[in-house]
């Protein structure tokens, strides 16, 4: 997320705006279109997780602009912990995406990424999270939207996220 807007994997010229930045922007738009009758949470995945809350809120004018504050000070961490964040959200989704009896708590994730999946001391494979995923979201309950900023992130990954379950990919330069 250091890496320029446009441009290599290099690091920025000083004043020109970085993938973090742009998806900051990007964000807290995007946020603000929400109707105050849906729920959201925002979790940053770099080397940690780091929610904005611990539960989705509701989307008030008060939420959106803790939202956004958060969202400012938020800086970048090394690691892309992926498996970790969908772990993760799929957990608080509770048994919504596996049992058809009831409901889940999330319906619809977007990621967001511009990394390689990390975990550990090392990658984590294609393979090992599109597999938890599917089992995750066994009777499709979540659509899964992936978005990745640059070359880095695996294509094969946010394709496959998002086609087995319903999601759309895209690739920003």
Same mark, same amino acid.
């Given at each position: 997320?250091?890496?320029? $807007? ?5 690091? !920025? ?9 742009? &998806?900051? #922007?990007? %964000? =807290? ?19 940690? $997780? ?5 539960? !989705? ?9 803790? &939202?956004? #504050?958060? %969202? =400012? ?101």
């Amino acid at each position: 997320m250091k890496a320029p $807007l446009f441009g290599g994997e290099d690091a !920025p010229e000083e004043g020109s705006p970085t993938r973090l930045v742009r &998806a900051k #922007e990007e %964000l =807290s738009a995007a946020l603000g279109r929400l109707s105050p009758s849906r729920e959201f949470g925002v979790i940053a995945f770099g080397g940690t $997780l780091d929610p904005f809350t611990p539960r !989705p809120v509701p989307a008030t004018e008060e939420n959106v602009a803790l &939202a956004r #504050e958060w %969202l =400012s000070g938020l800086t970048m961490n090394l690691g892309t912990s992926t498996y970790d964040v969908l772990d993760l959200v799929f957990s608080e989704a509770g048994g919504g995406p596996l049992d058809r009896y009831h409901d889940s708590a999330v319906d619809t994730l977007f990621v967001l990424t511009d990394g390689i999946p990390y975990r550990g001391n090392g990658g984590d494979s294609v393979q090992r999270i599109l597999a938890a995923v599917r089992r995750w979201n066994l009777l499709g309950r979540v659509v899964v939207h992936v978005v990745c900023l640059g070359e880095m992130a695996p294509k094969r990954l946010a394709e496959g996220l998002a086609e087995q379950s319903g999601g759309r990919y895209a690739r920003a330069p």
